[in-house]
């Protein structure tokens, strides 16, 4: 699933290819996709107005629309968003929708499984900070998310820490990949009790999910499963990975072997000398 790296990835590339670009044409293929909404209403929100610019909260895309509209988009397990500059997209029997600039261009929201959504969030939404919060906690890349605020959004929960980190309303933007890479390295096992984290822990995983989520960006996201950036490129991010798919490989700090585990019914690889349970 494509966690904050590749939605980060994917914004910046689409600001520079569409930011400032008129849509011109909304084609809609598979309703599901925009559902509740109807797929001409849909298309009405959408059609003719300008991308005011690009911003992300967590693993929500958001397109701003100059109608104050903001077009969101999450991908889910295997949405992808291919952006054509001129001349006929590839061929993909997974395209959901197409939208269609006025330069030419063409973005194809294609998916194989059909989790991924697009919705339309109105200008004139009563509490749009309030909506967003209920579904985004903090960025961890904000300047707010200090050591002491994560001590005091883990203080007191007795939940795996790995399952604290993956709940998207306390940390926006971590998944499975860059929540087992980050606990790796703080040094920390992944079914402690969040609230058991001494200050130094804390400390050692705020810096550790920055540093990786960080990593993720530099190299263009990870391409496990189906993801790829706006122009179908994979991104570098698998081949750093230290413990998350390497079930039986040595531990690249001691040597000893990672092992797979389930946490918060996600599959979860750690090292069991680097990581110990106390
Ligand atoms: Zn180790």
């Known amino acids: 699933?494509?966690?904050?790296?590749?939605?980060?990835?994917?914004?910046?590339?689409?600001?520079?290819?569409?930011?400032?670009?008129?849509?011109?044409?909304?084609?809609?293929?598979?309703?599901?996709?925009?559902?509740?909404?109807?797929p001409s209403r849909f298309r009405r929100a959408v059609e003719g107005r300008q991308v005011a610019s690009l911003g992300r909260r967590g693993k929500y895309l958001l397109i701003r629309l100059d109608s104050g509209d903001t077009l969101a988009m999450h991908l889910r397990m295997t949405g992808r968003l291919h952006h054509t500059p001129s001349g006929p997209a590839p061929d993909d029997a997974h395209r959901r929708a197409r939208f269609t600039f006025d330069d030419g261009s063409t973005l194809d929201f294609s998916d194989t499984r059909r989790f991924g959504r697009a919705w339309i969030v109105p200008a004139d939404h009563?509490?749009?900070?309030?909506?967003?919060?209920?579904?985004?906690?903090?960025e961890p890349?904000?300047?707010?998310?200090?050591?002491?605020?994560?001590?005091?959004?883990?203080?007191?929960?007795?939940?795996?820490?790995?399952a604290s980190i993956l709940d998207q309303?306390?940390?926006?933007?971590?998944?499975?990949?860059?929540?087992?890479?980050?606990?790796?390295?703080?040094?920390?096992?992944?079914?402690?009790?969040?609230?058991?984290?001494?200050?130094?822990?804390?400390a050692a995983l705020r810096g550790a999910i920055r540093d990786r989520l960080r990593a993720g960006i530099r190299s263009g996201g990870?391409?496990?499963?189906?993801?790829?950036?706006?122009?179908?490129?994979?991104?570098?991010?698998?081949?750093?990975?230290?413990?998350?798919?390497?079930?039986?490989?040595?531990?690249?700090?001691?040597?000893?072997?990672?092992?797979?585990?389930?946490?918060?019914?996600?599959?979860?690889?750690?090292?069991?000398?680097?990581q110990p349970v106390d």
């Open 141 to 162: 890349l904000d300047r707010a998310f200090t050591p002491a605020l994560l001590g005091a959004l883990l203080a007191g929960r007795s939940a795996p820490i790995k």
């Open 1 to 38: 699933m494509p966690e904050l790296p590749e939605v980060e990835t994917i914004r910046r590339q689409l600001a520079d290819a569409v930011g400032g670009r008129s849509i011109c044409r909304v084609r809609v293929l598979d309703p599901l996709l925009v559902a509740p909404e109807s």
């Open 126 to 138: 009563p509490d749009p900070e309030g909506y967003w919060r209920a579904r985004a906690g903090v």
């Open 222 to 274: 990870a391409s496990i499963d189906r993801y790829r950036d706006t122009i179908g490129t994979a991104g570098t991010m698998q081949d750093m990975l230290r413990v998350h798919r390497h079930e039986g490989d040595p531990c690249p700090r001691c040597g000893a072997t990672v092992v797979k585990t389930r946490v918060a019914q996600r599959g979860t690889y750690f090292c069991p000398t680097c």
């Open 169 to 202: 309303r306390i940390i926006a933007g971590v998944g499975n990949i860059y929540a087992d890479e980050a606990l790796f390295q703080a040094g920390i096992h992944p079914t402690r009790p969040a609230g058991s984290l001494g200050a130094g822990e804390v």
